[in-house]
């Protein structure tokens, strides 16, 4: 799904789980997404937690502020596997991956083409966040930016 076309849907979504919190306990779909750097793709409801996932696009300006905070906290949790999903679509133009590698992001990035992944787990607002068990299990979910301190809670929680 094109970025214009995700935002559009954003916009006019008048069901919004616009800051939802822990407490979620659902389960991941089942949707492979391909890697942005070509490599592997990722089977969304395969991933073992504990695992963050964060869904963005270039064109999010709350993407671009909480982005460096989520490099920071893969960096100081290892017990965790952080996962980046690009809403913008397939990368043609080189795009995102330019956008990761000048806000130093480093950790796997997997891209969502058609917004299949989004629609399964309600995304109606970027960014996303969702904190996974180690059952694979939604811990949390949130709609915006999240901060530094607000995520690490998130994980010593887990």
Partial sequence: MKGSTLAGAVAASALA???CGGGDSREL???VLPALDGSDGL???ALAGPAVINVWATW???C???LPDFQRVSEESPDF???GVDATGFDDDGESVEFLADLGVTYPQYVDPDGEFAAEVEITELPAT???DADGKVAYFHQGQVSYDDL???LVDL
């Fill in 81 to 83: 596997r952080f996962v």
């Fill in 17 to 19: 789980l616009a800051g």
């Fill in 29 to 31: 779909p089942a949707v």
């Fill in 64 to 66: 671009l502020a909480e």
């Fill in 152 to 154: 690490t809670d998130q």
């Fill in 60 to 62: 999010c300006t709350p």
């Fill in 43 to 45: 089977d969304v409801g």
């Fill in 130 to 132: 969702l904190v996974v």
